[in-house]
DNA sequence: CGGCATCCGGGAAGATACTG
DNA sequence: CAGTATCTTCCCGGATGCCG
């Protein structure tokens, strides 16, 4: 196993391809980035997915030091991937794919998108230069999943668990936060899909935290 | 064609992946960074892949806009392609990769590397703390392929051409300088296979300003 | 030779079913 | 729930050949 089919290339980034260029593997560790993970959960958030691939990818970010396999001690006594330090740091790879395909014209933004992944996007996406001196609490829940993020001019820290006392929350499905944020669907109009608590003034500030870059000329007139 | 094999994602990564996620895709792209480049140039700079790989590659690349084929003007008259502008925004994704590589334990710098592949990774890796106030041209001749960069506290910037007035120069191949730059080889010990001209104080200088991250712990005690 | 189509073998990915 | 087994499909990579 951990076969890394060589390029025969001492260029860098060859090497990180032959460490994570595999299908669906950026994808796998990515959903490692913000916590520990189950097996079922990573599979229920990339849809798509087979079974044997996510186990062939997790087994392959394993051998190659990027994620461990980890029991949680009881009663929970369940088994979770969580990714290396190391692992860790490839965000700076999804953050660098992320900012380059939201110029595409062909992005979907339309498509499901994972709790994790929208959270990522918006550490990707942030403007800091348009938080000025802003220094707020975020709580998001997903479903079973809750996250809580420190908003400032150093970045958009996000971790696991319940916000204390957010300054700002959101509660509802991701897709629907991508569409907020993003889309500039007005929150009004998500119905159930996407319910906000907060100051409604630093709502809207917050949805202008994270600008999109503009598109691409969609083609040279031939 | 330009099938989209489609994650089904809206994340921007995904889509990345989509776009430039193939085997070689992203190298292709690379060793267009610099320039418009022939096929059979392609062909002997990415050790490995077969012509109707390229081929299909390039094909893909041209559909989604990365990439496009150019026919020289007489008397050349050959058939060049050459990175769009959005193609070459791409840089940013080969620098987060081969930054996040260099600290692989399993990294190869002695392997096979393109004379491209070098210079983007001066790129990438150029520590602007260390340069000062340094601003010096510097020339590189590898074979047919001759680039001039100028080097400054701005960055690096480098294109295809001879260069003027040099401050440093170097010649010969792309390996060897790799080996002096990141594998502390002497250059003196380098024979023929890499020359320099200039300043010795200045070429020693040169040769810190693209310091390698440390690698990480190869595995913790079991 | 440069560029591209075609054929084929091997292997990875995808879908489904099955097991502890 | 967490994988494993099996089967099919598709992509990658090598070889050959065509055509400018």
Sequence with gaps: ???????????????????????????????????????????????????????????????????????????????????????????????????????SPRHDPTAPISPVSVLLSFR????????????IGVGFRFGDYAYRGRLNGDGFVIERGEAAAPDLSFAGDARALAGAVYGGVPIEAQGDALTVAGDPALVARFLTLFPLPPKVATRPPC
């Design 124 to 135: 990707a996406m942030l403007a800091r230069e348009r938080v000025g001196d802003l220094d």
């Design 1 to 103: 196993m951990a076969d890394l089919r060589s390029y025969d290339d001492a260029c860098g980034a060859a090497h990180a391809l032959e460490l994570i260029g595999e299908r669906w593997a950026l994808l796998v560790l990515r959903e490692l980035m913000l916590g520990p993970r189950r097996f079922g959960e990573l599979r229920a958030d990339l849809p798509g997915i087979s079974a044997n691939v996510l186990t062939q990818r997790l087994a392959e970010l394993e051998a190659r030091g990027l994620a461990a396999r980890r029991q949680l001690p009881p009663p929970a006594s369940v088994q979770v991937y969580e990714a290396t330090p190391w692992g860790l740091e490839a965000e700076a790879i999804t953050q660098a794919l992320g900012r380059w395909a939201a110029r």
